[in-house]
């Protein structure tokens, strides 16, 4: 090979330098350091001076902040409700606001403006009760048309001063609820407006950073394998830290898109190191971004010198660096049925896709892009060895996943067509793969050196290869933003008869599951089908059966009632999971009323019954399982075509309700 300094003085195509030396500070790392904190020092600095759109002068406006906090939990009935905007609001602008406390309207009096236009105070005319209290609120235009709308929740823990008769408390929970599209739905215009970069910056990024993973780790695995002489020569050294850098900008456009979508924000929102913390509560796929982040820079202590994958004294750390980050990809989708099987598939689905894509990279771009000796006839050789076995992984592995997230699915949701694709992509990365390792190892069984036509020809096989490698990994990075048919958190679950709710009045179209639908923890799935945005205060409450026992907020058991907020304001699915879920502490038929309000009209109380039997699953005869909750029930206007039984309007009824931790 030409540029060995051992044994020529000219410098070729591929020069290689004695392992050491790759040790000694290399200019251009450090400048790939530099211009890396440079550009993420200036992002910063962005994010600050530059204004977000929300404050932009324009003819939209948003709520900056609302007193009482949504969430918050007061000692005593707040006096007043203070809106502040992010921008001016002009004469013709009708703010509004309303307050439930126990689906009870409460005294609001007239909005006082302050004099820059920004604060809007509405005085509470009356103490609220003690519970919790929806609030929604709405900013009107001169044609009636809604600017902004939005609803929050706040709790009083005290009586009023002056409560008399039955205590009609109720509580309230908003945690555990992981909110995801429904399939198919319609995004509002504006919506789609708002999130559509951020969510064009999660893909790009995850492609980016997902395929430097890869290319790092199957190059540094063939590297270990079958071609130790490879950090001798600086094509590799540059390849590799190239690839690292492009790997960290990946990473770090995820990080900040994936922050910025997850706090429901613009994508400068997510610039500020301190919103990539939030991930952590965003589940395993938010934990796994930030462990990305941590693993693909450390990435670069293996990258700077590549021949520590082969020293015995750090081979331990330089595989177990890129292995975490192989780990963190397959983190990206913990969702489906059986998720630790899933996730277990996911690491040898991904680890595996690893020595294939990225070995042929190395193989395309560094082990080919010229003649040499007889140890680039052994790395191709070595990396058509052991890429077969990756392959088979990779596809059966592939296989297992299709049928774990999408079964039978496959050209009835949007997952499974876009699957079909990328099955399509990797039969194609197959087919040329077989046949470039067929020639290899035909043609180079009894090569002693690599010429120059020989190169030039494998080099165009390994380059389509690696270039149908990159479309399978758009296609995965597309999966990854859409539903699967099984994954549904619930869908272990033995779900109850679904309870639907239609009524023309308000708009609201919508479906409520329960399972498993015994005594103790039950999940829910709210489905809200229309309309497509404008509701506030949606929410259910679950009614406990007639003669069922005195209710123990504190064991939560016996006939304890529960109400139970949904944070969905348009078309969408709200799921809680069982281990979160509401307890319903007896047997007996309980009673499901739904409430909610949309710019069309109010859907209050509509109800609904359904059966909760025994934690051992038996019937318990001694309670009733055939009438709902106590209270005038009265038929209502609202439809039920997939329910023979009509909803029902039931009146307040005084209970005590227990609270969800």
Not at 179 to 207: F, Y
Not at 234 to 243: A, E, G, H, K, S
Request: a negative charge; proline letters at 6%; glycine letters at 10%.
């Amino acid at each position: 090979m030409e540029g060995r300094l051992t044994t020529v003085v000219r410098v070729g195509l591929r020069t290689r330098v004695p392992s050491e030396a790759t040790g000694r500070p290399n200019v251009a790392l450090v400048a790939t350091w530099f211009v890396a904190a440079v550009v993420m020092c200036a992002a910063a600095l962005l994010g600050v001076l530059t204004p977000s759109p929300a404050s932009a002068q324009d003819a939209t406006n948003s709520l900056q902040e609302i007193t009482p906090a949504d969430g918050a939990v007061l000692d005593t009935s707040p006096t007043e409700i203070v809106l502040v905007f992010t921008q001016e609001l002009a004469d013709d602008h009708v703010p509004t606001l309303a307050v439930q406390c126990d689906r009870a309207a409460q005294s609001i009096g007239e909005p006082e403006i302050d004099i820059d236009a920004f604060i809007v105070t509405f005085p509470v005319l009356e103490p609220v009760p003690r519970g919790s209290c929806f609030v929604s609120w709405f900013l009107r235009a001169a044609d009636d048309s809604v600017i902004a709308t939005d609803t929050s929740t706040f709790s009083v823990t005290s009586d009023p001063p002056a409560t008399e008769g039955t205590d009609t408390s109720t509580d309230t929970t908003d945690g555990g609820f992981d909110t995801v599209p429904a399939v198919p739905t319609e995004v509002s215009t504006a919506s789609a407006e708002s999130t559509g970069s951020t969510d064009g910056a999660i893909w790009l990024g995850r492609m980016l950073s997902t395929m430097a993973i890869l290319v790092i780790f199957g190059s540094l695995a063939l590297i270990s394998v079958g071609w130790p002489e490879g950090p001798e020569y600086i094509v590799t050294v540059r390849f590799l830290r190239l690839t690292w850098a492009l790997g960290l900008l990946g990473t770090l456009i995820y990080i900040v898109g994936f922050a910025a979508q997850f706090a429901d924000g613009s994508f400068g929102s997510g610039l500020s190191p301190s919103a990539w913390l939030d991930l952590n509560d965003a589940g395993w796929a938010g934990r796994g971004a930030l462990l990305r982040l941590v693993f693909v820079a450390a990435c670069g202590w293996v990258v700077v010198r590549p021949e520590r994958i082969i020293d015995p004294t750090t081979a331990m750390w330089a595989w177990l660096i890129p292995g975490v980050a192989i780990i963190t990809v397959a983190m990206s989708r913990t969702d489906g049925p059986a998720p630790f099987l899933g996730f277990l598939v996911g690491i040898v689905h991904v680890a595996s896709s690893a020595i294939w894509f990225g070995g042929a990279a190395l193989v395309a771009r560094v082990v080919l892009a010229g003649p040499g000796e007889d140890d680039l006839v052994q790395a191709t050789k070595a990396f058509c060895k052991i890429s077969v076995p990756a392959m088979l992984f990779t596809a059966v592995t592939g296989v297992v996943q299709m049928v774990r997230l999408d079964g039978g699915d496959l050209f009835s949701s949007s997952h499974g067509r876009v699957v079909l694709l990328k099955a399509v992509a990797v039969a194609a990365m197959l087919a040329v793969a077989l046949a470039a390792r067929q020639q290899v190892m035909l043609r180079l069984d009894r090569a002693q050196e690599l010429t120059a036509p020989t190169a030039d020809r494998f080099r165009r096989a390994f380059t389509a290869e690696a270039a149908i490698g990159v479309v399978v990994l758009m296609f995965s990075g597309w999966l990854v933003s859409l539903e699967p048919a099984k994954s549904d958190p619930l869908a272990g679950e033995d779900y109850l008869p679904a309870m639907f709710f239609t009524d023309p009045t308000s708009g609201i179209d919508a479906r409520v599951s329960v399972a498993p639908g015994r005594v103790g923890r039950n999940g829910l799935k709210v489905e809200l089908e229309a309309p497509a945005e404008g509701v506030t205060g949606l929410s259910l409450r679950l009614i406990p059966p007639t003669g069922a026992a005195p209710c123990d907020p504190v064991a939560q058991t016996g006939g304890c009632e529960v109400t139970q907020p949904i944070n969905l304001t348009g078309a969408g699915t709200a799921v809680l999971l069982t281990e979160n879920g509401v307890p319903l502490g007896a047997p007996g038929t309980w009673t499901l009323e739904l409430s909610g309000s949309t710019t069309q009209g109010v859907l209050q109380g509509a109800a609904n019954t359904f059966l909760v039997v025994a934690a051992d699953g038996t019937v318990d005869t001694s309670v009733d399982t055939t009438t709902p909750a106590t209270g005038a029930v009265q038929t209502s206007v609202v439809t039920s075509p997939d329910n023979t039984a009509g909803f029902a309007t039931t009146t307040t009824t005084t209970t005590t309700t227990t609270t969800i931790p």
